[in-house]
């Protein structure tokens, strides 16, 4: 008998160590279980976006806390009334089916339990023998591994609901567009019956099986026949899809709480879709809505038709040529370097340094004019005299430093001035945050989608005072024509164009917001005529119109002089910092055509750069009378002939050549 007893023991520990190794070795596989939706939802946790999984499922994560008790009640009364009860796998269940299997000669009752049922969901196998017994000795496994909550909880997010939904959670909302925790008795029986049969029982294709399916559940229950028509197939939420990819991209699934705004979001969507016909020319466009307080984004819109042609390229992360939309970067830290101040004069005049001679957007120069009005109007001449005075290298490295992924044209090994009229790559997610910059004393930071990120540490950009300047100038731009805000409200802002007319911003903030805007085509093809002023800074205006009522902007307490009579005689007027004086055209020793006989020369423009303008013209010693402000001077020759051209800039610097007219 010992020796009996011995080796009965022996066995079992024997059965026990192969068990416990076993299950060591091939745990439970909760892939699929894992595998679930991404669901972002806004500040307040109102459901935004539910995205399919890899596979391509509705598969929402569910909870017994989150489903109507009536529904826990009958589904255990319906499918394992002894749940609680049970190591996993119910003996009487068994010969229950195996009884009615041997009495009819055709399966009756399965005689599994939701914890042999979750088995089977987690691993999809064929229904027969082998499965089953598969089915009983992981439901041991995982009722050994795991809570009976937990388990209900597995099955509730991936019992089959007909098509691609799984989950009561998703085929509460996809069926009855509402969350299952209000689920009445009759959708509560239907949701019940489903997955039983999902393919034949689908209440979208055969309502009258699937009502019948949710009478049969009621009468044997006791409930009151529902008089609820079939439900139809509701379409799940799917507000801000490019976020939803973004974070999807970068590993998120479940529940994912971001900074949007449910009510921002959706507004700034139907404004999209109600502007775009607008825009013309196939037309895309982007826009970020940001709280400046925390740099939270409220709104997110990577462009409008996310299942368009091209429309799965998110916009706001894109990185395209920003026009004249750094300009205000370029007068914010002249400010700090005490070049100029917002009144100082500055000369919007014909400027070439190097082979470099940028044009202003309207082909007209301006004489003199205050840093106030150059940023005002954007003329591009000044903006790259005083980038040539910050330095267009450390005017990058600022952009860096606060966080700007910028890129150069390829091919070009450093920054160089064009950067001020857009010669680099920027996206509209970092020009947000730049302008942020200035709304928040001059601290810039990365901008913040997730509810659960820390708060953004600020990096300076300039000086509060810069900022605050800065700002106070861009509130002077007066709106595009024909927008009148719908609600008063202080707005600093710039626009930008890039070359091509390929891209057009308009970027802005208050005191409390800042918004983005990009229009353009995806491919990046140009439309002519399309400028920042008359096609994204409209939709800024409107976009600023959605955001709540803000209290009026009041002067910040640091500036810088207002009056140029206040100024230090330094600062009264830029001088730059200028290149050699030199004769643009006509070039030296040109040859230049004279007409015949008696008819008159046809007229030279003469051209002038470097130096310090204005410029004084005289050919053969006898000075030629100033052009308009803004025009070139031309030169009417009398004849045939050579002829010494001279110029003289304000420093009596003089330069000349010699041409000749045949």
Same mark, same amino acid.
């Given at each position: 008998?010992?020796?009996?007893?011995?080796?009965?023991? $022996?066995?079992?520990?024997?059965?026990?160590?192969?068990?416990?190794?076993?299950?060591?070795?091939?745990?439970?596989?909760?892939?699929?279980?894992?595998?679930?939706?991404?669901?972002?939802?806004?500040?307040?946790?109102?459901?935004?976006?539910?995205?399919?999984?890899?596979?391509?499922?509705?598969?929402?994560?569910?909870?017994?806390?989150?489903?109507?008790?009536?529904?826990?009640?009958?589904?255990?009364?319906?499918?394992?009334?002894?749940?609680?009860?049970?190591?996993?796998?119910?003996?009487?269940?068994?010969?229950?089916?195996?009884?009615?299997?041997?009495?009819?000669?055709?399966?009756?009752?399965?005689?599994?339990?939701?914890? !042999?049922?979750?088995?089977?969901?987690?691993?999809?196998?064929?229904?027969?023998?082998?499965?089953?017994?598969?089915?009983?000795?992981?439901?041991?496994?995982?009722?050994?591994?795991?809570? @009976?909550?937990?388990?209900?909880? !597995?099955?509730?997010?991936?019992?089959? /609901?007909?098509?691609?939904?799984?989950?009561?959670?998703?085929?509460?909302?996809?069926?009855?567009?509402?969350?299952?925790?209000?689920?009445?008795?009759?959708?509560?029986?239907?949701?019940?019956?489903?997955?039983?049969?999902?393919?034949?029982?689908?209440?979208?294709?055969?309502?009258?099986?699937?009502?019948?399916?949710?009478?049969?559940?009621?009468?044997?229950?006791?409930?009151?026949?529902?008089?609820?028509?079939?439900?139809?197939?509701?379409?799940?939420?799917?507000?801000?899809?490019?976020?939803?990819?973004?974070?999807?991209?970068?590993?998120?699934?479940?529940?994912?709480?971001?900074?949007?705004?449910?009510?921002?979001?959706?507004?700034?969507?139907?404004?999209?879709?109600?502007?775009?016909?607008?825009?013309?020319?196939?037309?895309?466009?982007?826009?970020?809505?940001?709280?400046?307080?925390?740099?939270?984004?409220?709104?997110?819109?990577?462009?409008?038709?996310?299942?368009?042609?091209?429309?799965?390229?998110?916009?706001?992360?894109?990185?395209?040529?920003?026009?004249?939309?750094? @300009?205000?970067?370029?007068?914010?830290?002249?400010?700090?370097? $005490?070049?100029?101040?917002?009144?100082?004069?500055?000369?919007?005049?014909?400027?070439?340094?190097?082979?470099?001679?940028?044009?202003?957007?309207?082909?007209?120069?301006?004489?003199?004019?205050?840093?106030?009005?150059?940023?005002?109007?954007?003329?591009?001449?000044?903006?790259?005299?005083?980038?040539?005075?910050?330095?267009?290298?450390?005017?990058?490295?600022?952009?860096?430093?606060?966080?700007?992924?910028?890129?150069?044209?390829?091919?070009?090994?450093?920054?160089?001035?064009?950067?001020?009229?857009?010669?680099?790559?920027?996206?509209?997610?970092?020009?947000?945050?730049?302008?942020?910059?200035?709304?928040?004393?001059?601290?810039?930071? @990365?901008?913040?989608?997730?509810?659960?990120?820390?708060?953004?540490?600020?990096?300076?950009? !300039?000086?509060? +005072?810069?900022?605050? +300047?800065?700002?106070?100038?861009?509130?002077?731009?007066?709106?595009?024509?024909?927008?009148?805000?719908?609600?008063?409200?202080?707005?600093?802002?710039?626009?930008?164009?890039?070359?091509?007319?390929?891209?057009?911003?308009?970027?802005?903030?208050?005191?409390? /917001?800042?918004?983005?805007?990009?229009?353009?085509?995806?491919?990046?093809?140009?439309?002519?005529?399309?400028?920042?002023?008359?096609?994204?800074?409209?939709?800024?205006? @409107?976009?600023?119109?959605?955001?709540?009522?803000?209290?009026?902007?009041?002067?910040?307490?640091?500036?810088?002089?207002?009056?140029?009579?206040?100024?230090?005689?330094?600062?009264?007027?830029?001088?730059?910092?200028?290149?050699?004086?030199?004769?643009?055209?006509?070039?030296? =020793?040109?040859?230049?055509?004279?007409?015949?006989?008696?008819?008159?020369?046809?007229?030279?423009?003469?051209?002038?750069?470097? =130096?310090?303008?204005?410029?004084?013209?005289?050919?053969?010693?006898?000075?030629?009378?100033?052009?308009?402000?803004?025009?070139?001077?031309?030169?009417?020759?009398?004849?045939?002939?050579?002829?010494?051209?001279?110029?003289?800039?304000?420093?009596?610097?003089?330069?000349?050549?010699?041409?000749?007219?045949?």
């Amino acid at each position: 008998m010992r020796r009996k007893r011995r080796l009965v023991l $022996g066995v079992a520990a024997l059965a026990a160590a192969t068990l416990l190794a076993l299950d060591r070795a091939v745990p439970p596989d909760l892939s699929r279980y894992r595998a679930q939706s991404l669901e972002i939802e806004d500040r307040s946790g109102e459901t935004l976006h539910i995205a399919t999984t890899q596979d391509g499922m509705w598969r929402l994560a569910s909870t017994p806390d989150e489903v109507s008790p009536h529904y826990l009640d009958l589904l255990l009364a319906t499918e394992d009334h002894r749940f609680w009860r049970h190591p996993g796998v119910d003996p009487l269940a068994l010969a229950r089916a195996a009884w009615q299997l041997a009495r009819s000669g055709h399966v009756v009752s399965g005689g599994s339990t939701l914890t !042999m049922q979750v088995a089977r969901l987690l691993a999809p196998h064929r229904h027969d023998v082998a499965g089953k017994l598969l089915d009983i000795v992981r439901a041991l496994q995982l009722e050994a591994h795991y809570s @009976k909550r937990e388990i209900l909880a !597995m099955y509730l997010t991936l019992a089959p /609901f007909g098509g691609n939904i799984e989950g009561v959670r998703a085929a509460s909302l996809a069926y009855f567009a509402h969350e299952p925790a209000r689920l009445t008795d009759g959708e509560a029986a239907l949701l019940v019956a489903l997955p039983q049969r999902p393919t034949t029982l689908r209440p979208d294709r055969h309502p009258e099986r699937a009502a019948h399916a949710e009478q049969r559940i009621m009468a044997r229950h006791n409930l009151e026949p529902s008089a609820e028509p079939a439900p139809e197939r509701h379409a799940l939420a799917a507000l801000a899809p490019h976020l939803a990819q973004r974070l999807a991209s970068a590993g998120a699934v479940g529940r994912v709480r971001t900074t949007l705004d449910a009510g921002v979001q959706r507004a700034l969507e139907e404004l999209a879709r109600r502007e775009q016909p607008w825009l013309g020319g196939a037309a895309d466009l982007a826009v970020l809505v940001v709280r400046n307080a925390d740099r939270s984004v409220l709104g997110y819109l990577g462009g409008v038709d996310y299942f368009a042609a091209g429309g799965m390229v998110d916009m706001v992360r894109a990185r395209r040529s920003p026009g004249s939309s750094l @300009k205000p970067f370029i007068y914010g830290l002249a400010f700090d370097d $005490g070049l100029i101040r917002a009144d100082t004069l500055i000369e919007d005049v014909p400027l070439r340094i190097g082979d470099y001679a940028p044009r202003n957007f309207d082909r007209v120069f301006h004489g003199t004019v205050t840093a106030r009005e150059a940023l005002q109007q954007s003329y591009n001449l000044p903006a790259v005299a005083l980038l040539q005075g910050v330095g267009p290298r450390r005017f990058a490295a600022a952009l860096r430093q606060a966080g700007a992924r910028i890129a150069l044209p390829r091919g070009t090994a450093a920054p160089g001035l064009p950067i001020a009229l857009g010669g680099l790559g920027i996206s509209l997610e970092d020009l947000a945050a730049l302008y942020v910059a200035l709304a928040d004393r001059g601290a810039a930071a @990365k901008l913040r989608f997730l509810e659960a990120a820390p708060a953004p540490r600020g990096v300076p950009l !300039m000086t509060e +005072e810069a900022a605050a +300047e800065i700002g106070e100038v861009l509130r002077g731009v007066p709106p595009p024509d024909g927008i009148a805000p719908a609600r008063p409200r202080g707005i600093a802002y710039k626009t930008g164009t890039s070359y091509g007319f390929r891209d057009a911003w308009a970027i802005g903030f208050s005191p409390e /917001f800042t918004v983005a805007v990009w229009v353009g085509r995806v491919e990046g093809s140009p439309r002519p005529g399309a400028v920042g002023r008359n096609t994204a800074a409209p939709l800024l205006f @409107k976009t600023f119109d959605l955001l709540p009522v803000e209290p009026d902007w009041t002067s910040p307490p640091h500036r810088f002089a207002a009056s140029r009579s206040r100024l230090a005689p330094a600062l009264r007027r830029f001088a730059g910092s200028p290149s050699t004086l030199e004769i643009v055209f006509p070039p030296p =020793g040109a040859r230049l055509d004279a007409a015949p006989g008696d008819t008159p020369a046809p007229p030279i423009a003469l051209e002038a750069a470097g =130096g310090v303008p204005p410029y004084r013209w005289a050919v053969n010693g006898m000075p030629l009378p100033p052009p308009p402000i803004g025009q070139t001077l031309s030169w009417h020759p009398d004849g045939p002939g050579f002829a010494r051209i001279a110029v003289t800039d304000r420093n009596e610097h003089t330069v000349s050549e010699e041409i000749r007219l045949q």
